[in-house]
């Protein structure tokens, strides 16, 4: 797990790096011709794709290590649909190694196009790994609602949507 989270600080770091780029060319900026929000927007789909790979990476972390033993394993992991033709790959490995490979495989396989950005999306991924009522917690952490929580980041993942996908000359 700990490598997630050091992936994910990896991460916005690059983000945070862009902002001080932004910064530095805005306060030397001799003519307003030059347009910098895009690195700002840059932020934005960057922040957001932090965190998608972060819960990418979290899951699959979660689930390996729900893979290798045995009991207290999550409705929703014992629910998590995998190939008959894994099944059999992960039966007829030879060590515990290849078989948890294979299984990790399957993960990257299986989730490798999904999203887990919005937050009904990364609910159901987290609850996988045993994770529940997440937006609860955020909510805690942050002093708010679970509700202005979970919308919050769900207006962040739309903005970011409308940037990478959509273009802000139709925001504008």
Not at 55 to 61: A, G
Not at 102 to 110: M, Q
Request: charged share 25%.
């Amino acid at each position: 797990m700990n490598r997630a989270i050091d992936q994910f600080n990896i991460n916005i770091e690059t983000v945070k790096h862009l902002g001080v780029i932004y910064s530095a060319f805005e306060s030397h900026l001799m003519t307003p011709s030059v347009d910098l929000s895009d690195i700002l927007r840059s932020e934005i789909v960057l922040a957001v794709s932090a965190l998608d790979c972060f819960i990418h990476d979290l899951v699959r972390i979660g689930m390996s290590k729900i893979f290798e033993k045995s009991g207290g394993e999550p409705q929703a992991f014992l629910n998590f649909g995998i190939s008959v033709q894994s099944v059999k790959r992960i039966i007829d490995a030879t060590t515990a190694n290849e078989q948890k490979d294979y299984f990790k495989k399957e993960i990257r396989k299986l989730h490798g196009y999904r999203t887990f950005q919005s937050s009904d999306n990364i609910s159901q991924a987290l609850s996988l790994i045993g994770i529940k009522k997440i937006w609860n917690k955020v909510g805690d952490s942050l002093s708010v609602s679970s509700d202005d929580a979970r919308n919050h980041l769900d207006l962040i993942v739309d903005r970011r949507n409308k940037i990478a996908h959509e273009s802000d000359s139709i925001l504008l």
